[in-house]
């Protein structure tokens, strides 16, 4: 049998385990079981990727990676700012609609990342590159209109990205398409008065007993 390098082996790898986690759960997830569903010796996992945790975090690059790069295909070189703030919404949420295993899987390996130690730094080296990418395309949207904004980007970035994990997740437990583009839409609007500042960032005091 011909010698296949570990740089050619990675990408079978990454499909193999987000083909098998996609159906059965990262719980079962473990290199046995991936290393079986590509047809290989479990060792050449470890070879491949050190650990398991070695591969999680190549599977979560990689599902990063495809639905980034989507968005940023689908990003406007010369709409106005309200026009492409919009077009990244509905672009990521065409995601989460024709893909929600990859979203469902992104999101059980976040939360196993917060309960894995050797995980936790690839997580946050996640949530840092999604913020900084969805900071780029507003900055540049910004510059391009001749926009200013009145918050930090980063801040920006971070609203736009919670609102969105917000709407993802009841997509993927309780879907309704009618109050879904609702919320999308107030969700936008939202997003562009928070550039502008026109969206009271007062903070209100909430006790805690």
């Not at 689908?74 to 609609?97: I, K, Q």
């Not at 395309?137 to 994990?165: C, M, S």
């Not at 026109?198 to 805690?208: G, K, Q, Y």
């Amino acid at each position: 049998m011909a010698h296949v390098s570990a740089a050619e082996r990675r990408p079978q790898l990454i499909k193999a385990a987000i083909d098998f986690m996609t159906r059965e759960g990262v719980a079962a997830g473990s290199t046995r079981a991936i290393a079986a569903e590509l047809g290989v010796a479990q060792a050449t996992v470890h070879y491949t990727f050190g650990t398991k945790e070695g591969l999680y975090r190549a599977v979560m690059d990689q599902l990063t990676q495809d639905l980034v790069a989507q968005v940023e295909q689908a990003a406007p070189t010369d709409g106005g700012f309200e026009e492409t703030v919009g077009a990244l919404a509905a672009a990521l949420w065409r995601t989460v609609r024709e893909q929600p295993a990859s979203h469902q899987l992104l999101t059980e390996l976040m939360m196993s990342a917060l309960r894995s130690p050797a995980l936790r730094e690839a997580l946050e080296v996640h949530y840092r590159g999604v913020i900084e990418v969805t900071a780029r395309l507003i900055t540049e949207a910004a510059e391009r209109t001749g926009r200013p904004l009145a918050q930090p980007v980063d801040t920006i970035a971070r609203f736009f990205l919670a609102g969105f994990d917000g709407l993802t997740m009841q997509r993927l437990s309780l879907p309704d398409e009618e109050a879904e583009r609702t919320c999308l839409e107030a969700f936008v609007s939202a997003v562009v008065a928070m550039a502008d500042g026109r969206l009271d960032l007062v903070p209100v005091p909430v006790p805690v007993s």
